[in-house]
Nanobody, 121 residues
C-alpha cells in the first residue's frame, strides 16, 4: 500500500503565503505525475496544479502566477507554494500521486487525507 501525508495548511490572512507538502511512502517503485487538488464547501474538487516526473507543470488558470508546484523525487514529496492568497482559495487541499507499485508494478492513483487552508482576516 501507499500512503500520502499532507502538511502545511492553516489560517492565513489575505495576501499571505503558505507552503503545503505531501510525502508519499509505502510500496513505491516509482511515482509518475503528482498533483494538488482542492475542494471548497459545496463545490466540486478541482485541479490546482500538477507536475510530471520530468518536472513539466500545469496550473489552473486562477492559480497561475500565484502558486508554484515542485517535487523532490528523492523524498517522494510534492510541494505547493501559495502566494497572494485570497479568501476564495479557502478549501481542503488534497495531493494525488500516480504510483507504480514495487510489488505488482501496476500503476494506481493515491490520495492524501487533505489539509485545510483558510484565508481570512
Amino acid at each position: 500500500q501507499v500512503q500520502l501525508v499532507e502538511s502545511g495548511g492553516g489560517l492565513v490572512q489575505p495576501g499571505g503565503s503558505l507552503r503545503l507538502s505531501c510525502e508519499a511512502s509505502g510500496s513505491i517503485f516509482s511515482i509518475n505525475a503528482m498533483a494538488w487538488y482542492r475542494q471548497a464547501p459545496g463545490k466540486q474538487r478541482e485541479l490546482v496544479a500538477a507536475i510530471t516526473s520530468g518536472d513539466i507543470t500545469t496550473y489552473a488558470d486562477s492559480m497561475k502566477g500565484r502558486f508554484t508546484i515542485s517535487r523532490d523525487n528523492a523524498k517522494n514529496t510534492v510541494y505547493l507554494q501559495m502566494n497572494s492568497l485570497k479568501p476564495e482559495d479557502t478549501a481542503v487541499y488534497y495531493c494525488k500521486a500516480e504510483v507504480r507499485s514495487n510489488r505488482s508494478f501496476r500503476i494506481s492513483d493515491y490520495w492524501g487525507q487533505g489539509t485545510q487552508v483558510t484565508v481570512s482576516s
